[in-house]
């Protein structure tokens, strides 16, 4: 089986590089034509190959002078968010640089996380970032941005030569204006038109307008909107076992479990007694990927509680106890719940040699350990992250929809601090902690049977989710392009902003010409500092297991 991903993952790749070949083969042309070029469009090369191609127009410039008339306001916006854009450069700086220590220090296993297609935000390629939602969020990301940069030129007297889109196979990766970069950094012979304040100004512009957008549509997001979406009681299935019964019979994960014999199902003590009870082999209905499939479900049912992860190095990891297993019994006494469970480990004690019984029907002996000084629980420690109660049957696990808990989660973030914008920026990619380690896409496929519009959005039926989605992506890659665009490498707007920030500083005690220089080489160290950082983001996960 890993054999054939592998070789599926080869063919892709071969497949892939021969289409972009083909591709590049067609643009040679293009790349240098008079014809092309003074239709506005040209042809540019990512790592010597030809692949993006430039539309450029003339056509709205008129609408860039009648935004740029407020001056005043524009140049006040400007200043007051210049503080917050250095306050982010050296955020994020900081962030890159201790995520990048803890790689080389302890590289990362490769999984779906840090490969490279998800280190770009490209919906699409990047499969944490839905695609409708992605591009539509994407585009506005770049309209604002560029748009901004525009006005801000227009404002402080610099001409904007231009302004268009940039694609990649067929695909628009970005939007632009295109001020003149002689009057905004200056020729060889001629000094720039503007000083480096109103540089600023304008460098700024496009990451303070990101921020903007970005806290509008969060303040809407996890305001009026999650406060209209309510929790509905539903089952999901939470793991199936490999070439288990259920597992034949087409028993998916994630699956939402909508009826019971043709009776709606809303909690785990009612389909416990519901398939124990019965006298033949049952009939589920259930909901996935906005299907309905009619499913059977053979086996005797078992209640118990559900091992969500086993702590490394600890008594459950030694014993062989695997995660996603249902313990049903601790030496011969049933734990069907969490408070039988807890009730059962609070009479043992560190040092214990307890044989714990799955629903599979497997014992595995667990010599307990003492636990954490810190932890009110008391008796011996299994080494387990408990995810609550459950029920097996057939090799399907069930468990109540922990949408209650999801919700109260996401209320929670704002309130939360920095530990709460951490968790934001992660969200798409670590879920909410505890409840969607998978990530989190918005509200879309199972997530949406668990939930449901109330209050003032009860008219609205499924289109508020439509609308979640939409202030959560605008949002959250508003925020991250902002960030990422505040870092101070060329030719990144943080690169700029950080060369005349520091030039600033230069001349207050050396001369101008010295200023230059150590500006230089203090620009040219922090873009291989960063451009280095993200490099080993790439790579430290290949480096995994190799010893030095």
């Known amino acids: 089986m890993e054999l054939q991903l592998e070789l599926d993952t080869v063919d892709w790749l071969l497949i892939a590089a021969a289409l972009i070949g083909l591709y590049a083969i067609v643009l040679l042309p293009l790349k240098d034509s008079p014809e092309w070029k003074s239709r506005g469009i040209t042809v540019g090369s990512i790592l010597g190959i030809p692949l993006a191609i430039f539309f450029r127009t003339t056509r709205g410039l008129d609408l860039l002078d009648r935004l740029a008339r407020p001056k005043l306001f524009w140049r006040l916006v400007a200043s007051a968010g210049i503080p917050l854009v250095v306050l982010s450069m050296a955020y994020f700086l900081m962030l890159v640089l201790v995520m990048t220590f803890y790689m080389i220090q302890e590289p990362p296993e490769p999984s779906s996380y840090n490969a490279p297609r998800n280190i770009l935000l490209i919906p699409g390629l990047n499969q944490y970032i839905p695609f409708v939602w992605g591009w539509i969020a994407l585009f506005v990301t770049l309209l604002v941005h560029e748009f901004a940069h525009g006005i801000l030129s227009r404002v402080e007297g610099v001409r904007v030569k231009s302004m268009g889109i940039v694609t990649v196979l067929f695909a628009p990766i970005a939007a632009f204006v295109e001020p003149d970069d002689e ?10 038109l503007v ?3 109103a540089r600023i100004r304008i460098l700024s512009a496009g990451v303070i307008s990101n921020f903007i957008v970005a806290a509008a549509a969060m303040a809407l997001f996890f305001g009026p909107v999650i406060g209209a979406i309510s929790p509905v009681d539903r089952l999901i299935v939470v793991n199936v076992d490999e070439n288990s019964t259920a597992e034949e019979d087409g028993y998916e994960t994630g699956m939402v479990l909508m009826q019971s014999k043709g ?10 007694h519901d398939l124990a009870g019965a006298s033949e082999q049952g009939k589920l209905s259930l909901l996935f990927e906005d299907k309905e499939r009619t499913l059977p479900l053979t086996g005797q049912p078992e209640r118990g509680i559900l091992v969500g992860s086993i702590f490394k190095d600890s008594a459950a990891y030694a014993a062989g106890l695997p995660a996603m297993s249902v313990i049903t019994e601790i030496d011969g006494r049933k734990a069907v719940d969490l408070v039988g469970f807890r009730e059962l480990m609070n009479s043992t004690h560190p040092g214990q040699m307890v044989n714990i019984t799955t629903a599979e029907g497997r014992t595995y002996a667990v010599n307990l350990t003492a636990r954490d000084a810190a932890s009110k629980e008391q008796g011996g420690f299994i080494g387990i992250a408990i995810s609550g109660n459950a029920v097996f049957s057939g090799g399907a696990t069930f468990q109540q929809a922990p949408a209650r808990q999801f919700l109260e989660q996401l209320k929670a973030m704002p309130g939360m601090g920095m530990s709460g914008f951490h968790l934001l920026l992660s969200l798409p990619f670590a879920g909410v902690p505890g409840l969607s380690q998978k990530g989190f896409p918005g509200f879309s496929g199972w997530l949406t049977t668990v939930f449901e519009p109330s209050g003032w959005a009860e008219p609205l039926g499924e289109k508020l989710f439509w609308i979640a989605n939409l202030l959560l992506w605008i949002g959250w890659i508003n925020l991250y392009a902002g960030l990422f665009n505040c870092l101070p490498a060329v030719p990144l707007d943080g690169g700029h902003i950080f060369r005349d ?27 291989w500092l960063v451009l280095t950082s993200l490099l080993i983001t790439l790579i430290a996960p290949f480096t995994n297991g190799l010893s030095i």
């Open 183 to 192: 009057e905004l950094f200056g020729g060889k012979d001629k000094p720039p």
């Open 195 to 197: 000083g480096k304040r």
């Open 263 to 272: 009776k709606d199902v809303s909690s785990l003590e009612q389909f416990y």
């Open 501 to 527: 920030l520091v030039q600033s500083g230069f001349e207050r005690i050396v001369k101008a010409e010295k200023a230059e220089r150590l500006t230089r080489t203090t620009v040219a160290v922090l873009t």
